[in-house]
Nanobody, 125 residues
Framework: QVQLVESGGGSVQAGGSLRLSCVVS????????MGWFREAPGKEREGVAA????????WYVDSVKGRFTISRGNAKNTMYLQMNSLKPEDTAMYYC??????????????????WGQGTQVTVSS
């Protein structure tokens, strides 16, 4: 059974940084589409960043371009989201998601079969 576990959330002031981690276990895939999504109170969940581990392709929502970086760890089952220059509007529950193979749907939820439990990020002004 595939499991995803996120860590690294917390509370920071605007302009600060956080790094989220996601570890995938129980998967038989050699390559993944791995993504980060976030859901703020009263808003729909949105895709933030995605990484196709086979080709190294990445996707970002416009609001985080230049501030967030998605990357893969040395351990192939680990993914990171480095978040710099955080803003109060980045406050949300952040979820790690994964699917085997290619990122056919980019930042759309339909492309992801496996989800973590979420980690809270709070940015104060």
């Amino acid at each position: 059974q595939v499991q995803l576990v996120e860590s690294g959330g917390g509370s920071v002031q605007a302009g600060g940084s956080l790094r989220l981690s996601c570890v995938v276990s129980g998967s038989r895939y050699s390559n993944y589409c791995m993504g980060w999504f976030r859901e703020a109170p009263g808003k729909e969940r949105e895709g933030v960043a995605a990484l196709e581990t086979g080709r190294g392709s990445t996707w970002y929502v416009d609001s985080v371009k230049g501030r967030f970086t998605i990357s893969r760890g040395n351990a192939k089952n680990t993914m990171y989201l480095q978040m710099n220059s955080l803003k109060p509007e980045d406050t949300a529950m952040y979820y790690c998601a994964a699917a085997g193979g290619q990122c056919i749907y980019g930042l759309q939820e339909i492309g992801y079969a496996y989800w973590g439990q979420g980690t809270q990020v709070t940015v104060s002004s």
